[in-house]
Nanobody, 115 residues
Framework: QVQLVESGGGLVQPGGSLSLSCAASGSIFTINAMGWYRQAPGDQRELVANIHTGGTTNYADSVKGRFTISRDNAKNTVNLQMNSLKPEDTAVYFC?????????WGQGTQVTVSS
C-alpha cells in the first residue's frame, strides 16, 4: 500500500505564489509518474501537471508558464511551484502516484487565491 502526504496549501492573494509538496511512502516498486490534480467546488477533478520518471512533464494549458513541477526520484517526492496565482486556481489539490497501472492518491490540500 502506498501513502501520499501533501503539504503547502493555504491562502494567498492573486499574483502570489505557493509551493506544494508530496511525499510517497509504503510499497513502492516502479513509479511511472507523479503529479497533481485539482478539484474546485462543483467541478470535475482535472490534471494540473505530471512528471514521468524520465523527466517528461505535462501541464494543463491553464497553468503553463505559471506552475512548475519537479520530482526527486530518490526520495519519492514531487513538488509543485505555483506562481502568478489567480482566483480560478482555487481548488483542493491532490497528489497522485501512478505505478503498475494503478493510481494512489493523497488526501488533498486546499489552495485558496483571494484578496
Amino acid at each position: 500500500q502506498v501513502q501520499l502526504v501533501e503539504s503547502g496549501g493555504g491562502l494567498v492573494q492573486p499574483g502570489g505564489s505557493l509551493s506544494l509538496s508530496c511525499a510517497a511512502s509504503g510499497s513502492i516498486f516502479t513509479i511511472n509518474a507523479m503529479g497533481w490534480y485539482r478539484q474546485a467546488p462543483g467541478d470535475q477533478r482535472e490534471l494540473v501537471a505530471n512528471i514521468h520518471t524520465g523527466g517528461t512533464t505535462n501541464y494543463a494549458d491553464s497553468v503553463k508558464g505559471r506552475f512548475t513541477i519537479s520530482r526527486d526520484n530518490a526520495k519519492n517526492t514531487v513538488n509543485l511551484q505555483m506562481n502568478s496565482l489567480k482566483p480560478e486556481d482555487t481548488a483542493v489539490y491532490f497528489c497522485f502516484l501512478y505505478e503498475l497501472g494503478k493510481f494512489s492518491w493523497g488526501q488533498g490540500t486546499q489552495v485558496t487565491v483571494s484578496s
